[in-house]
């Protein structure tokens, strides 16, 4: 992404703390080397069966990252976010995955967010406009109206007109 920042102060780890972290940025690596629509194909895979992540565990997942990785600390933020959503599976939730653009001056951004808020980022939520996401939760799905069930939900609503 094009989101050119200072690198965020980077803590310390501790050493039995590193290993979960540094697997979730080695392959967070190799997933943004992807595609976009494999990227995101590859993390709706990932994120099954997980709950919603709170605030508070986005941020420690954030920070952890920034803490082992250099390059997540810097201006790798497609990276730094992969990472830091496959951290947070890894712990078995899932923040909303996002990438977004803004066009005044243009630059595009990836992050996590929690409750439609950025975790950890300095911009605005309404800043960038999103161009993919991968929720926390699947959106419910409702019957359309050229379902075999109709807008009334059921296959009787449909042959009873």
């Not at 590193?18 to 590859?42: D, E, F, G, Q, Y």
């Not at 990932?46 to 600390?73: D, I, Y």
């Not at 996590?112 to 929720?135: K, N």
Request: glycine letters at 8%.
């Amino acid at each position: 992404m094009s989101q050119p920042m200072v690198p965020a102060p980077r803590g310390r780890l501790p050493l039995r703390r590193r290993p979960a972290v540094l697997l979730a940025t080695a392959a967070a690596r190799l997933i943004v080397a992807l595609k976009p629509h494999r990227i995101r194909r590859v993390l709706c895979v990932v994120r099954r069966g997980a709950a919603p992540a709170t605030t508070r565990q986005a941020l420690a997942a954030r920070e952890a990252v920034v803490a082992v990785s250099a390059r997540c600390a810097g201006e790798g933020c497609l990276q730094r976010s992969v990472a830091t959503a496959l951290l947070c599976r890894m712990r078995g939730v899932w923040p909303d995955w996002c990438t977004g653009v803004r066009t005044a001056p243009f630059r595009a951004h990836a992050w996590v967010e929690v409750d439609g808020l950025p975790v950890g980022e300095p911009h605005r939520p309404e800043e960038y406009r999103r161009m993919m996401v991968v929720p926390a939760v699947l959106p419910e799905k409702r019957p359309s109206e050229g379902s075999p069930e109709g807008p009334g939900g059921s296959p009787a609503a449909e042959t009873s007109r």
